[in-house]
């Protein structure tokens, strides 16, 4: 899978210069495609965080060309309702409310919407007002964590 061996050549880089590689899409589409890489840090992730990942992404792509079409590389924080890549990714937000989309159907839904309820290795739990689904990080297609209003003041 072209996302896997992506993140095997960029992840290192991101790490080298102090950063969380928190993970990438690779969207291909008919005449480019879009590398989004997520970057992340303690102290947040400025537009010139992402411009020198940007500018050492690019290099490393250059060196190695694994995308042999037209890209463009979008570099980037996660943001506060980011993308979840792995299992681990999950676990760290158990108790926040997130919206996934899997591959095969977990009784008889695709979207999931809820509340990350617990996560065991693999296993994800996902609660509603109507259910709970368990389902594996493999069957995840996108995740992404779905913050509410709660606390902001207006």
Excluded at 75 to 82: A, F, H, L, T, W
């Amino acid at each position: 899978m072209k996302e896997k061996l992506l993140s095997e050549l960029i992840a290192p880089v991101i790490e080298d210069m102090g950063f969380v590689f928190w993970g990438l899409e690779y969207l291909p589409q008919k005449n480019n495609a879009i590398l989004r890489v997520y970057i992340d840090h303690a102290d947040g992730v400025t537009v010139n965080h992402c411009a020198d990942c940007s500018h050492e992404i690019s290099g490393l792509l250059e060196v190695e060309d694994p995308i042999t079409n037209a890209y463009v590389l979008e570099v980037s924080s996660p943001g506060i309702d980011r993308v979840l890549f792995s299992a681990e990714q999950f676990a760290s937000y158990v108790g926040e409310r997130v919206q996934v989309k899997l591959a095969h159907p977990v009784d008889g839904a695709r979207n999931v919407k809820g509340v990350i309820k617990a996560v065991n290795d693999d296993l994800i739990s996902v609660a509603n007002d109507v259910t709970t689904y368990d389902f594996s990080m493999g069957n995840v297609m996108k995740a992404r964590l779905k913050p509410t209003n709660a606390g902001v003041k207006k």
